[in-house]
C-alpha cells in the first residue's frame, strides 16, 4: 500500500502562513490552516515585492500572476524632505541585475494564496490556546495532531509563547508607522523622503492609486492621526502634502513598530516558527512579507527529505533553522541600521547624513542591495 501522505498544521492565515501551507501541499503534504480570524483576509495597504520575494513566489508558481497586478519598477530614489535628492537610483541598472520589484495591495498576494490552496485546508475562527513540541496543538476547535506544526502566528505569535516561554518580549523600535492607501493620482515612481526624525514614502499602484507610509518618531502607545501627520509634513516636497490632503482619516492604518530580538532557534522538535514568529523586523527595507516567503519556500524544501523518508522531520526542521536564521536575523539587524540612520532626529547628524549619501557613488547602493535582494532560494 502507498504510505499516506504526512500532515502539516499551519497555525496562522497570514502571508507566511499561506505561502507555507501552498508551498506544503504541492510538495505533497496534508495540510491544515488554522487563523484566528473569522475569515481569511488582509487589511493592509500595499506592499512591495522586492526580487528575493519574487523569486519566492515564481517557486510557489504565483511570481507571474503578481507580475500581472502589480507595478513592476524599481524604486527610484531618496529624497529629503525639501525634495533636494539624496540617493537617485539607475532603475533600469537595478533592474537588469537583480529583476523586477512589484507593488500591489497586500489583500491582492493573500487572495492569490489562499485561491491556489483547496477550501478545505482553510479552517477559520480557530484560535490556538498551546503548542506542543510533539506536534500536538489545543485551541478552541479541540486538538489536533500533525507530523509537523508551524507557528505562523505573527509577532505575538501563541507558537512562541507555547516553546519559547524565555525568549524576549518584542521591542519598541522608537517610531509609529502609518499606512494609507490614497485616490488615484500621477506620481514619479516608488520614492521614500528623509527629514529629522520623520519619513516618507510612496509608490503607485496598478489601478493608479498610491501606496504612501510614513514612519514618525514617537512615544511608545502615543496618540495621533492623520491630522497630526499632515501637521508634522505640511512643508515637505510635494506630492506629499497633496497625497495626505486627499486621503480619509478612517482609510489611514497606525501601528506601533516592533522587532523581535534574535532567537537562538527557530525550531524545537517538530515545530518551526516562520516569519513574523521567528524574526518580526522593522519595516525599513520593505523585508518583512519577503522574508516570510522566503521562509515558506525553504522549508518546504527542507521537509522534503523527510516527506520522502531520507531524513526525519527534526532533521529536516535543522536544516531550515541553519538556512535561514543567520540569513534573517542579518536583514533584521540591517533594517535596524537602516532606521537608525533614516530616523536621525539630531540636526547636525542629519545634515552629515544627507551630505554623505548625496556624495557617494551610485554604484554602492546597487551593490549594498545584493546581500538582501540577491536571494535565490
Excluded: K
Excluded at 74 to 95: E, F, K, M, S, Y
Excluded at 110 to 128: H, K, M
Excluded at 214 to 236: P, S
Amino acid at each position: 500500500m502507498p504510505t499516506p501522505p504526512r500532515g502539516a498544521l499551519i497555525i496562522g492565515g497570514g502571508i507566511g502562513g499561506l505561502a507555507a501551507a501552498l508551498a506544503l501541499h504541492r510538495s505533497g503534504w496534508r495540510v491544515q490552516v488554522l487563523e484566528q480570524a473569522a475569515e481569511f483576509t488582509e487589511v493592509g495597504a500595499g506592499l512591495s515585492i522586492q526580487p528575493n520575494a519574487l523569486r519566492a513566489l515564481d517557486a510557489l508558481a504565483l511570481g507571474d500572476q503578481v507580475r500581472a497586478r502589480a507595478v513592476t519598477d524599481a524604486p527610484v530614489g531618496t529624497r529629503r524632505a525639501d525634495g533636494a535628492w539624496l540617493i537617485r537610483n539607475d532603475v533600469d541598472r537595478l533592474t537588469r541585475r537583480y529583476g523586477p520589484w512589484a507593488t500591489l495591495h497586500r489583500a491582492d498576494l493573500l487572495d492569490l494564496l489562499r485561491r491556489a490552496l483547496p477550501s478545505e485546508v482553510l479552517r477559520p475562527g480557530i484560535e490556538v490556546h498551546r503548542v506542543h513540541p510533539d506536534g500536538t496543538v489545543e485551541h478552541t476547535g479541540g486538538t489536533s495532531t500533525a507530523d509537523v506544526v508551524v507557528g505562523a502566528d505573527g509577532l505575538h505569535s501563541a507558537t512562541r509563547r507555547s516553546l519559547w516561554p524565555d525568549a524576549p518580549a518584542p521591542r519598541y523600535a522608537g517610531y509609529t508607522t502609518f499606512r494609507m492607501i490614497t485616490p488615484a493620482r500621477p506620481v514619479e515612481g516608488s520614492v521614500e523622503s528623509w527629514g529629522q526624525g520623520d519619513r516618507f514614502g510612496y509608490a503607485p499602484l496598478a489601478d493608479g492609486r498610491v501606496y504612501c507610509y510614513a514612519m514618525v518618531t514617537a512615544a511608545q502607545d502615543g496618540t495621533g492621526g492623520l491630522a497630526d501627520l499632515r501637521r508634522r509634513l505640511a512643508g515637505w516636497h510635494n506630492p506629499i502634502p497633496a497625497l495626505l490632503d486627499s486621503v480619509e482619516p478612517d482609510a489611514v492604518l497606525r501601528h506601533d513598530t516592533y522587532e523581535l530580538p534574535d532567537l537562538n532557534t527557530y525550531v524545537a522538535d517538530r515545530v518551526a516558527l516562520l516569519g513574523d514568529a521567528a524574526h518580526a523586523m522593522t519595516p525599513n527595507l520593505g523585508q518583512g512579507a519577503g522574508q516570510a516567503l522566503e521562509d515558506a519556500v525553504v522549508l518546504a524544501r527542507s521537509l522534503e527529505a523527510a516527506r520522502t523518508g531520507d531524513s526525519t522531520i527534526v532533521q529536516a526542521l535543522r536544516s531550515y533553522d541553519r538556512a535561514r536564521r543567520p540569513r534573517t536575523q542579518m536583514i533584521a539587524r540591517r533594517s535596524r541600521q537602516l532606521g537608525a540612520m533614516a530616523g536621525q532626529t539630531r540636526p547636525p547628524v542629519a545634515a552629515a547624513r544627507d551630505a554623505a549619501l548625496r556624495m557617494a557613488p551610485a554604484s554602492v547602493f546597487v551593490r549594498s542591495m545584493h546581500p538582501v535582494v540577491g536571494w535565490t532560494g
